[in-house]
C-alpha cells in the first residue's frame, strides 16, 4: 500500500512592494512545516507550500516585469485592498500568515485580522520581519510588527536589539525569532575571473548596487556616478555594471527620485560600463567586486565571500545606513578601490549580521520551522492577536495608523472602504495607472522642483 503524501502546508504573503514581496515569498518557503526549500526550488505544485500571493495596492505596488525579476512564483497571486484582504482571510483558511510590509502595515492588519477571527476556534500563525538590515526606526518598526506570532530577526545582533526594545517598553519579547536573510545564497566565490567563459576569458567585473533613495541629493549621485564611470575610464579591461532596481516610473520599497538612467544621459561612458538589471543573485554570479553605499546586496555578496566594499566618500552618517557596516572591515573610498586597496571582512562581524558564510545557513531557519509547527499543535489553538499599541496604549498614533488602511480604531473597516470583488474594469484600469503616473510623476519631477525653490 503506497504512503499517504503529507499535507502541504497553506501559506499566505501579503506584501506592498517588490522587494517585500520577494523577502516574504522566500521566506514562506523556508520557514514551513516539515522539510524546508532551496531558493528557487519551487518547480512544481507538489512542492513545499501551497503559497498564496496577495500585493497590497498602493505607490509601490509591483509591475510585471518587477515580478519576473523577482524570480518567486506562486501557486497563486493577485492585488487586493487592505479590506479586500481582510475579508479573504475571514474566509479562507491557512497555516501560515505572512505579512511582508512596512510597519503600519502590518500594525493595521494585525488589528484587522484580530476583528475578522474574534469568533474564529483557529487561526494562521503570524509571521513578519524586515527587508533587510535595519539601521533607522528601530523602536518604531519594531513596536508596529509587535503582536505578530513570530517577528523574525535577520542575524543574532538584530534578536538581541528587538528583544532589548520589546523588554524596555515592558512588551513581550517571546515573538523574537533569529533567522537569516531568506534570499541568501549562491556558488562560493572563488576567483570566478580566472575561469575560461565560452568566449574567451570573462572579464573582471565591478557592480555597483545602486540604492533608490540612497544618496538622496542630486549632487551626491551624480558623484557617485562619475566616481564609478572614471573607474571604468582607469580600468577599461574590466567591466562596470551599475545594477540597478528599477526602471523610471517603477516604484520599489524606497522612493527614487531621481534614477540613475536619467542622470548616466549628461555622460559618455566608455563602452565598459553597463546599467544591468535582473535578479541581484545571478548578477553576483558574474562579480568579483561588489560596491555600494549600504545596499542589503552587500550581505548577499559577504554570504559568497565576495569581496565587498561599503563606500565611506559621503561620510559614514545614519541617513546613508552604511553606520550599520561599522566594525565590519568593509568601509572604503573609491580612491582606496581605484589604488587596489580590497578590505577583508572581519569575521565576527559576519557571523553576527546573520550571512552565515560558514556553511550553517541550511540550518538558520529550523528555530522558526520549529516555533511555527508547535503553535500549529497547540491545544485549543492560538489565542487572539495582542499588539502592543492598542486604543489605551496609544490613543494619539493607532488611529491614524488604520485610518490609512481604511479601518476604525477597532480595527473594522470604515464606511466607503475601498473593496474589490472582480478583477477591475478596463476603465478602471485606465484610471487607476493615470493615478499611479501623476503620482510618480509627481515624485520624480514635481517634488524636487519644489525643493529646490526652497532652497533658494
Request: a positive charge; aromatic letters at 6%; charged letters at 25%.
Amino acid at each position: 500500500m503506497p504512503a499517504s503524501t503529507p499535507k502541504r502546508p497553506r501559506i499566505a504573503v501579503l506584501a506592498d512592494s517588490d522587494t517585500r514581496w520577494k523577502w516574504g515569498a522566500l521566506t514562506a518557503d523556508r520557514i514551513a512545516p516539515g522539510p524546508s526549500m532551496e531558493t528557487g526550488a519551487r518547480e512544481s505544485a507538489q512542492v513545499g507550500p501551497a503559497l498564496d500571493g496577495f500585493l497590497l495596492r498602493g505607490r509601490a505596488t509591483p509591475t510585471p516585469r518587477q515580478l519576473r525579476e523577482v524570480g518567486v512564483r506562486a501557486d497563486s497571486l493577485r492585488e487586493v485592498t487592505a479590506v479586500e484582504f481582510l475579508r479573504t482571510m475571514a474566509e479562507e483558511s491557512y497555516d501560515v500568515l505572512v505579512l511582508a510590509l512596512v510597519g503600519g502595515g502590518v500594525q493595521a492588519m494585525l488589528h484587522g485580522l484580530g476583528r475578522v477571527w474574534e469568533h474564529r476556534t483557529t487561526r494562521p500563525v503570524v509571521v513578519t520581519g524586515y527587508v533587510g538590515v535595519v539601521y533607522e526606526k528601530l523602536a518604531d518598526g519594531l513596536l508596529l510588527r509587535h503582536g505578530a506570532d513570530l517577528v523574525l530577526a535577520n542575524s543574532r545582533q538584530d534578536a538581541e536589539r528587538f528583544r532589548a526594545v520589546y523588554e524596555g517598553v515592558g512588551a513581550d519579547a517571546s515573538s523574537v525569532t533569529e533567522v537569516a536573510l531568506p534570499f541568501l545564497g549562491g556558488a562560493p566565490y572563488a576567483g570566478g575571473h580566472d575561469a575560461p567563459a565560452q568566449q574567451g576569458r570573462r572579464p573582471y567585473t565591478v557592480v555597483f548596487a545602486a540604492q533608490p533613495s540612497v544618496p538622496e541629493s542630486r549632487k551626491d549621485r551624480t558623484y557617485l556616478l562619475n566616481r564609478l564611470v572614471q573607474h571604468a575610464r582607469r580600468h577599461p579591461e574590466r567591466e562596470v555594471l551599475l545594477k540597478l532596481r528599477s526602471r523610471p516610473g517603477e516604484h520599489t520599497t524606497h522612493i527614487e527620485e531621481l534614477p540613475y538612467q536619467k542622470l548616466v544621459q549628461r555622460l559618455d561612458p566608455p563602452a565598459n560600463f553597463r546599467l544591468v538589471y535582473g535578479n541581484m543573485g545571478e548578477v553576483l554570479d558574474r562579480t568579483d567586486l561588489l560596491v555600494t553605499v549600504s545596499s542589503t546586496a552587500a550581505l548577499e555578496s559577504l554570504h559568497r565571500r565576495i569581496p565587498t566594499v561599503v563606500l565611506t566618500d559621503l561620510g559614514v552618517r545614519e541617513s546613508l545606513g552604511n553606520h550599520h557596516f561599522v566594525g565590519s572591515g568593509c568601509l572604503a573610498s573609491w580612491d582606496q578601490l581605484d589604488a587596489g586597496h580590497l578590505p577583508e571582512p572581519d569575521a565576527e562581524w559576519v557571523a553576527r549580521q546573520g550571512v552565515v558564510a560558514d556553511g550553517s545557513y541550511d540550518s538558520a531557519f529550523d528555530a522558526a520551522r520549529t516555533r511555527i509547527a508547535k503553535l500549529l499543535d497547540r491545544p485549543g489553538g492560538l489565542p487572539p492577536l495582542t499588539p502592543y499599541y492598542t486604543p489605551v496604549t496609544a490613543p494619539g498614533y493607532l488611529p491614524g495608523i488604520l485610518a490609512r488602511h481604511h479601518l476604525g480604531p477597532d480595527g473594522t473597516p470604515l464606511p466607503g472602504a475601498p473593496a474589490a470583488d472582480k478583477e477591475p474594469g478596463p476603465v478602471r484600469q485606465i484610471v487607476r495607472r493615470a493615478a499611479r503616473g501623476a503620482y510618480r510623476h509627481g515624485v520624480q519631477r514635481v517634488a524636487p522642483v519644489i525643493r529646490r525653490m526652497g532652497e533658494l
